[in-house]
């Protein structure tokens, strides 16, 4: 009576095993690869991102240098037309002339 | 069974290849990650520092510039039409220029220059073993503009900056210029440039990047750019408007007199600042290349000579600070010539004033009233005067090539030596250093060390160049007295009719003649007229210098005039009235 209840029990125990084992090894499965393609998105996306910010940091790098040259060239206009070896060709070709005599009060 | 064993025994082989490669890449080949050809450790050069006058104006700043480089192997057309397209870009900017207007010697040396060039870009892109060769340096924007039109593939352009002059030639001696030392980089050389190189200079900075295989930076790579530190700007005494009067008035001196240089320094005497140096025949600092080595120098501060009559107010100073004359004294020696050491000494104009005070003796130039002067006070004395003026050494002026001129020792001197030595003969001055002995006796006989450069500005912090130093040379009352001789001098010597009218000018003329092969030649010399004004209350101080003037080989009838022109363009520009006399 005793071993027939043992019998009995240590199959059933079987039968519940080995229909959790089946079960737990799917989820664990399913869980891993859920992971692995999240991590692997995420480093996909990061990765994305970060090849995005060299390039843009490039094209900000390249603005500042194309700003500064810029800059270099007005402030070399500027201080050509103001020269004074500039003002006096242009003053000459607008007529004025050089006071001969100068009066003071 | 069989399809999946070989799977199998594939994916092991190229485990093992992927793992045999990382192997080779980490401890064969040596790659690091600093060192592969992803990253790049590039110099990035600093921009030069610019020089401003008193007026915040850039005397020199930066220009956009290029390097013009060739792929030899990427360019397709035929090196020879290539070079023949480009070379007549490269040439000299004195024959880019569209108002050049050349001479038929000069268009043949355009010629020869250009085939040169042809030659050499032709050689340098035929070589197809080269990835990368430069073919010219500091390329303007406009030539490279041109170059672009042509649409060569191959050809390219990097960063680079050159020096730009808005003035051109002006203060080009004071400035120096800036070429390439032996490394390639830009060096100053001469005047402002060359003594405050380090401080123009700047600090070159550098980029270590990692870069992915299209050149964009990776940001989870290392990083460590060290950002170029500008150079510091100078901020000079000099007066843009001043210097612009001295330069024109000095140029058209030098040709009308048929002077073979000239040279003007205008100081202010309460400071020792320095308000215009200039000297002609001058050079393009841009394109200094084609001019000889002897105009690099600035004859205000390198060149020495004998200083002739000027000199005679630093031996009449010694004797009135020593109270061994008055301006009163009565010269008993100057009824003719003297002979002194077996040698002549004569006047200028072999005319004699007998019983001349010391007043006439400055008014008449006249050196035998100077060899009375000389006797006075002696070799040691007259020794002690010259070195407190400052002869014989450099006087500190910020400038690269200032020479100290010479004295002979003290030791050496003979009667004949002291006599001539009287009147400006025998010993080398430089002209900074005759404008400093003139300061001296402007500022109540205090010198000051001569400046040029007022501050030194950096990135966000400005350094205040601190004044010169200071020494009392002669008394308050012996720099007055040798004022009133000198006012006297103007007023009453041979350039009277040029003196500005109502101005008390104090000034005294030099006729120095050029000492050649043991002799003086009579028909070369160098005038000068030093002096300052107003007399009562100096703004400045002004030498004028010719050498070997050939109108006239005296000061009074070249530098005398020029400097009463100059003076009173000045006094105009700074709006100082007549006060009469």
């Known amino acids: ?105 | 069974m069989d399809r999946i064993r070989i799977f199998q025994v594939s994916i092991y082989f190229l485990a093992f290849c992927i793992l045999a490669r990382l192997f080779y890449w980490q401890f064969i080949s040596s790659v690091s990650s600093s060192s592969d050809s992803f990253s790049q450790e590039i110099k990035l050069p600093a921009a030069r520092g610019e020089i401003y006058t008193s007026d915040d104006f850039p005397l020199v700043a930066n220009q956009e510039a290029f390097i013009l480089y060739a792929k030899p192997n990427e360019i397709s057309q035929d090196p020879r039409k290539v070079a023949k397209t480009v070379a007549p870009f490269l040439i000299s900017e004195k024959y880019s220029t569209s108002e050049a207007k050349l001479t038929e010697d000069e268009q043949k040396q355009k010629d020869t220059e250009t085939e040169n060039k042809e030659n050499e870009i032709a050689q340098k892109i035929s070589n197809k073993k080269l990835f990368w060769v430069q073919l010219a340096r500091k390329v303007s924007l406009l030539t490279k503009k041109k170059i672009d039109e042509f649409n060569i593939k191959g050809l390219g352009f990097d960063q680079d900056s050159k020096r730009f002059y808005p003035e051109a030639s002006m203060s080009a001696h004071l400035l120096g210029f800036v070429g390439s030392n032996e490394d390639g980089d830009d060096t100053g050389y001469f005047g402002l440039e060359g003594y405050y190189n380090n401080q123009l200079k700047g600090k070159n900075g550098r980029i270590g990047q990692v870069k992915d295989p299209f050149g964009f930076p990776i940001l989870v790579g290392k990083y460590r750019p060290l950002e170029p530190k500008k150079g510091s700007s100078l901020y000079l005494s000099i007066d843009r408007a001043a210097q612009f009067i001295v330069e024109e008035k000095l140029r058209q001196a030098v040709d009308k007199y048929g002077a073979k240089e000239g040279t003007v320094i205008v100081a202010d005497p309460s400071s020792g600042n320095i308000i215009a140096m200039a000297s002609y025949p001058t050079y393009n600092p841009s394109i200094f290349g084609e001019f000889s080595e002897d105009y690099f120098k600035n004859p205000s501060v390198a060149d020495t000579y004998e200083p002739g009559s000027t000199f005679k107010l630093v031996t009449m100073a010694a004797a009135l600070d020593l109270s061994l004359v008055t301006p009163n004294t009565v010269c008993d020696v100057c009824q003719g010539p003297r002979k002194i050491g077996g040698y002549e000494i004569s006047t200028w104009n072999n005319k004699y004033y007998p019983n001349s005070t010391m007043t006439e003796v400055i008014q008449h130039s006249d050196n035998i009233g100077m060899t009375f002067v000389s006797e006075k006070l002696g070799v040691d004395r007259f020794y002690d005067y010259i070195d407190k003026f400052g002869f014989g050494k450099t006087t500190g002026l910020d400038l690269q090539e200032e020479a100290s001129g010479f004295i002979r020792q003290k030791d050496d001197w003979k009667p004949i030596d002291l006599a001539t030595a009287s009147f400006g003969q025998g010993l080398a001055v430089t002209p900074i250093q005759m404008v400093q002995a003139v300061q001296a006796i402007a500022n109540n006989g205090v010198a000051v060390t001569p400046k040029i450069v007022q501050k030194i500005k950096s990135q966000g912090t400005q350094e205040i160049v601190k004044p010169g130093g200071k020494h009392r040379v002669i008394s308050p009352k012996t720099a007055a007295q040798l004022t009133e001789m000198m006012v006297n001098a103007v007023d009453q010597g041979e350039a009277k009719a040029f003196v500005p009218k109502g101005y008390r000018i104090a000034g005294k003329t030099g006729t120095a003649q050029i000492p050649v092969a043991g002799h003086y030649d009579p028909n070369k010399t160098i005038a000068s007229f030093i002096g300052f004004a107003p007399a009562n209350k100096p703004k400045f101080v002004m030498l004028v210098r010719f050498r070997e003037p050939s109108s006239s080989v005296f000061g009074s009838e070249t530098a005398a005039p020029t400097f009463f022109s100059i003076a009173k363009d000045l006094f105009g520009y700074w709006g100082i009235s007549p006060e009469g006399k």
């Open chain 1, 1 to 105: 009576m005793i071993s027939d209840y043992k019998i009995k029990n240590r199959q059933s125990k079987q039968k519940i095993f080995a229909l959790f084992s089946g079960e737990i090894k799917l989820k664990i499965i399913f869980l891993a690869g859920l992971v692995i393609t999240s991590l692997f998105f995420t480093q996909l996306v990061f990765a994305n991102s970060l090849a995005t910010g060299g390039q843009k940091l490039s094209e900000v790098q390249e603005e500042i240098k194309r700003l500064d040259r810029e800059n270099m060239t007005l402030r070399a206009d500027i201080a050509s037309q103001s020269s004074l070896t500039n003002l006096v060709k242009k003053s000459e070709q607008l007529g004025f002339k050089k006071p001969l005599k100068i009066t003071i009060l």
